[in-house]
């Protein structure tokens, strides 16, 4: 390694080349961890001595911007792991060698795709500099991750996993009075993955005057997204922004009302209950779920819902992750029109999530957000 280099992607490349060095101890000061990456550092070396220093906020782990899986192949490997809340640094240190400070979290997204910035240093003063902020933050914590903890953090997320709107969940890591260096916006506001979710039929669309109240009411898109039976939802995982869209006779568009965060789909836990079925004949025919959490709706008309036509219009095959595969390969479906026929749901790409999000946003500022504590927006049925 270069004394300094300053490095704005492929992030998953130099934390291999410095695991490849097998170093004597491995340090880590990230907020989010994923098991994937976990998985791929210690393929290739298990140091003797690992200290990690993360979040333990149930909130992330809910929202899958984080893992407690991850958390789990760390502690089976020998790591020493603490939880600091507001934790925001990433700083990856490799024996007393060479030191990685980056805005890049332990994830998919942040090692392989976006542009985080940061450097590599194997100048002996600046990984001086970092063991020693590590060791001051090390110092002011006390309490270690063990096995019992995590498997009771496992069955409150489980939990949860059933409530429609769940309270804010607890956050276990200890409070340090220490400002960070290093600060990186949240993952949250660039999705690994965001869908439009489609709600209503086409021989039976609304009237742009149907009050988003009565959608969310009749779908159950508070708590869950529903797809057909005997076919599983499989492409959603976790911490994916699920868009609500209802289909609307106004020039055969679709509305989109409100958003959440999905969860993936574990099959036997997220299908229809009898009760969900007595409540919600027509689940029959919908009984998978992509459950979801944190749901915010406009409060108004259908109307007042983002335009799909519009956007599809406006961003063709860039509108959707298929038919911008297609575009790409040269060959497919690159009309997003006839991407959504016949489908429950749609992945979106990065443009039209911060299309869709803009609009959203202006629309719920505009017009307000629906209050759910009404006994007309239930949750599962046991």
Not at 39 to 49: C, D, E, G, M, N
Not at 329 to 347: D, E, H, L, W, Y
């Amino acid at each position: 390694m270069e004394s300094f280099r300053l490095v704005d992607s492929g992030w998953a490349e130099e934390i291999d080349r410095e695991m490849k060095s097998r170093p004597a101890a491995l340090r880590i000061i990230c907020p989010f961890i994923k098991q994937s990456t976990v998985q791929r550092f210690l393929k290739l070396a298990v140091p003797p001595t690992i200290e990690v220093i993360t979040r333990f906020d149930l909130n992330g782990f809910n929202a899958g911007v984080s893992d407690l899986a991850a958390l789990e192949t760390l502690l089976r490997a020998g790591a020493t792991v603490r939880g600091i809340r507001g934790l925001h640094s990433k700083m990856y240190v490799f024996g007393t060698s060479s030191a990685i400070v980056t805005s890049a979290n332990l994830t998919e997204a942040a090692m392989f795709r976006n542009k985080e910035f940061g450097f590599c240093a194997s100048d002996s003063n600046i990984v001086s500099h970092c063991l020693d902020y590590f060791a001051d933050l090390w110092g002011r914590t006390s309490v270690d991750l063990d096995a019992a903890r995590l498997a009771q953090w496992a069955k409150t997320l489980a939990g949860v996993r059933l409530t429609a709107a769940p309270a804010p969940l607890p956050d276990f890591g200890e409070d340090v009075d220490l400002a960070s260096p290093f600060l990186s916006a949240s993952p949250l506001d660039a999705p690994l993955q965001s869908f439009v979710k489609f709600f209503g039929r086409s021989e039976d669309r609304a009237d742009l005057s149907m009050d988003i109240g009565q959608e969310v009411a009749r779908s159950g898109s508070n708590w869950a997204c529903t797809y057909p039976t005997g076919k599983r939802p499989r492409q959603v995982q976790d911490g994916a922004v699920m868009f609500m869209a209802r289909m609307v006779q106004d020039r055969s568009d679709y509305r989109i009302y409100g958003r959440a965060i999905g969860r993936q789909h574990v099959p036997g836990t997220d299908d229809a209950t009898p009760g969900d079925l007595s409540a919600r004949s027509w689940k029959a025919d919908w009984s998978h779920y992509i459950r979801v959490h944190s749901p915010v709706f406009i409060d108004g008309p259908l109307s007042t819902g983002v335009s799909m036509v519009d956007m599809m219009d406006e961003l063709g095959a860039l509108a959707f992750a298929p038919t911008l595969r297609n575009l790409s390969a040269g060959f497919g479906n690159t009309s997003p029109r006839r991407a959504i026929m016949r489908k429950p749901s749609v992945q979106l790409t990065p443009q039209a999530h911060a299309w869709i999000s803009t609009r959203l946003e202006a629309a719920l500022l505009k017009h307000g957000t629906l209050d759910l504590s009404g006994a007309a927006f239930d949750g599962p049925h046991p």
